[in-house]
């Protein structure tokens, strides 16, 4: 069974561009949740997509979205990057609603590094 | 009310040595508590998680203690193998609400051989 795939694995822009990431979910899973990972601020919560919609939302600016498609599939995007949004962007998927048993199952994340 | 406080930052232990870390939460209705650990260049793997009606739960050498009137939870690793040696990380969520997980700031194990 193929776990969480995230693309790209790796990127580097400049601040003031937008990035858009993606995750593909473990087949099956119908929740995507999305963190972000830095040494300071450790692991933060963005937010929780289920059947296209977003259940939750974290304390980011308006700057980071996100959307989840009929597939599952989700991506993120944070617009007008800042050198602190230099991070490791985590996805992880779950069952959802029915049939949770609460794990997550995260991707390996793609890090970001703002010059 | 959000916060998960974790401690230590970071932990020595040598083989066949007893790991604790803790942890302590804030919103009292928080009743999810995982623990995942993570090696460098992955993403976190769930190692073991507890609900608030049990005060422990064992899986192999990892055994999460509870304590909800105190509002603080641990992770002991029995028997420390230097495969252990990763990042461990506590979280707390409601559980209607698991994929928003409110996580510790992670303690980094070290296994000596």
């Known amino acids: 069974k193929a776990g969480v795939t995230q693309t790209p694995r790796y990127l580097i822009k400049t601040r003031g561009q937008q990035v858009t990431l993606s995750c593909s979910p473990i087949?099956?899973?119908?929740?995507v949740s999305w963190y972000q990972q830095t040494p300071g601020q450790g692991l933060q919560f963005l937010f929780e997509?289920?059947?296209?919609?977003?259940?939750n939302k974290g304390n980011f600016p308006g700057r980071f979205s996100g959307r989840q498609f009929s597939n599952s599939r989700s991506e993120m995007n944070v617009s007008t990057l800042e050198l602190g949004d230099s991070a490791l962007y985590l996805c992880?998927?779950?069952?959802?609603?029915?049939?949770?048993?609460?794990?997550?199952?995260f991707g390996e994340g793609s890090r970001l590094t703002v010059l | 009310q959000q916060q998960v406080k974790q401690s230590p930052q970071s932990l020595i232990v040598q083989k066949g040595g007893i790991s604790i870390i803790n942890c302590a939460y804030e919103?009292?209705?928080?009743?999810?508590f995982p623990w995942y650990q993570q090696f460098p260049g992955k993403g976190p793997a769930l190692l073991i998680a507890?609900?608030?009606?049990?005060s422990e739960k064992k899986e192999g050498r990892f055994t999460i203690s509870f304590n909800k009137s105190a509002k603080q939870f641990s992770l002991h690793i029995m028997d420390s193998q230097p495969g252990d040696s990763a990042t461990y990380f506590c979280?707390?969520?409601?559980?209607?609400?698991?994929?928003?997980?409110?996580f510790g700031q992670g303690t980094t194990l070290q296994v000596k051989p």
């Open positions: 919103n009292t209705a928080f009743d999810y």
């Open positions: 507890i609900r608030p009606d049990v």
């Open positions: 087949s099956g899973h119908r929740s």
């Open positions: 992880a998927s779950s069952k959802g609603l029915a049939g949770n048993t609460g794990e997550l199952f």
């Open positions: 979280a707390a969520s409601k559980a209607s609400n698991t994929g928003k997980l409110i």
């Open positions: 997509y289920f059947s296209e919609t977003q259940r």
